[in-house]
Structure formats: C-alpha cells, structure tokens
C-alpha cells in the first residue's frame, strides 16, 4: 500500500481563492517530487525539492519542504480555472521505488 | 520532440483474456517505469526497467503480469487471465538516467484497461 499520505482528498474554490495541498512520508525521503494531472491527462512533473526546509516558487505556486523530509507542501494563490486537476506528491522508496500520495483533487468555480 | 507514448490507449477485455500494453519510451531514456492507477487513486509502482534489465518487480500484483524490456527501448506488460479487478489505466513512465528517485519522470498518456 501507498506510504505517501495527502490531504485533503478534494478541495473546491472559488476563483481567486488560495489553495493548499499537504504530503506526509512514513519514512524521511531523499527529495520529493510533486506532479499535475489534469482530468482524463497523465501526470506531468512540477518540481522537485531536495533539500531539508527548501522552499520553492513557480509563479503562483509554493512548494515547501519539511525540515525533516517527511512531509511537504503545495500552495496555490489566486487560484485560476487552469489549475484544476489533481496534485499528487511522490517520493522514493527502495531506491527505484516512486510512492505517490492518492492526490488532491482540485475543482475551481469561476 | 516525442514522448512517452502507449498503445492501446483503451482495451476492453473479457475475464480470462490475455491482454499485452506497449510503451513506447523517450528516446535514449535509461530508466522506465510500469504504474497502475486505480480511478481516484494515485499510481502505483508495478515495475522497473534499467535498459534491457528489470531491476525491480517488487509492486507486480500476481503472477499474471509479466513485463519485459528485451532491448531496452520498447516495454510491454503483459497480463494473463485478466480478472476484474486488473481495470485500470497502467501508465508508462521514463526517465533519462538510472533510477535513485531524482530523476524527474515522463508520463505516457497511459492506456485504459476494462475487463469485463
């Protein structure tokens, strides 16, 4: 079974609401990657933090990493009706081993 | 350039029925990656490939699921007697270098798997 827990399941907004998105590891992990699939699409990759504390900006996303690499962040300000889909994070277990969260699915209302 | 690409992108199987999904990676990736994921679910680790070598097969649910990567480009899973509970799409992941969980990953379009 997954390793990776996420919260919340779903989350609705309202256009130009903020939203956030959290990760939490059972087990410290090297880096943690974060990826968007929109619906009927196929994950695509976001970003990857590495470091213990790393914070990292994409526009209108923040991504945050725990101090002790076991959980992790995503924030999105002023959502917009383009960043519907889900989020999931993942994070390497054995080695070749990607764990993803269940992901949040992200529904925006205009 | 191209992607990852699959094929079929959607099968229909009867229960029983051999069913064989191909993945078509990134050129020159080393690293390919077999998920399946459940509606609402996120993917789950099936198996993977370093070049031709299946280095980790750890996340296959039966022994009816075979994969194989014989020159490692091309990747078929293959699943033998499907059973209902096989329903799912099964995504094709590569990445350019070997595998130690940083290399970012590239997602087929994945192929949509119902059996009846």
């Known amino acids: 079974g997954q390793q990776v827990m996420q919260i919340p399941q779903y989350q609705h907004v309202q256009e130009g609401e903020d939203f956030t998105t959290y990760c939490n590891s059972s087990?410290?992990?090297?880096?943690i990657q974060w990826y968007k699939q929109r619906p009927g699409g196929h994950p695509v990759f976001l970003i990857q933090?590495?470091?213990?504390?790393e914070v990292k900006k994409q526009k209108r996303l923040t991504f945050q990493f725990g101090e002790a690499k076991k959980n992790s962040s995503l924030h999105i300000t002023a959502t917009q009706t383009t960043d519907v889909g889900t989020y999931f994070c993942a994070g390497p277990y054995n080695n070749n081993d990607m764990r993803f969260g269940a992901g949040t699915r992200l529904t925006v209302k205009p | 350039g191209a992607g990852v690409s699959q094929s079929p992108r959607y099968k229909v199987a009867k229960r029983g029925q051999d069913v064989a999904l191909r993945c078509d990676p990134i050129?020159?990736?080393?690293?390919l990656f077999w998920y399946q994921q459940a509606l609402g679910q996120g993917p789950e680790f099936l198996t993977y490939?370093?070049?031709?070598?299946?280095?980790?097969k750890s996340g296959l649910p039966s022994d009816r699921f075979f994969a194989e990567r014989p020159e490692g480009s091309v990747s078929t899973l293959k699943i033998q007697r499907t059973q209902q509970e096989d329903s799912a799409v099964y995504l094709c992941?590569?990445?350019?270098?070997?595998?130690?969980?940083?290399?970012?990953?590239?997602f087929g379009p994945g192929t949509r798997l119902l059996v009846l």
């Open positions: 490939f370093q070049n031709e070598a299946q280095l980790d």
């Open positions: 087990t410290t992990l090297s880096n």
């Open positions: 050129s020159g990736h080393v690293s």
């Open positions: 933090l590495v470091k213990s504390g």
């Open positions: 992941a590569s990445s350019l270098e070997v595998a130690g969980g940083q290399e970012t990953q590239y």
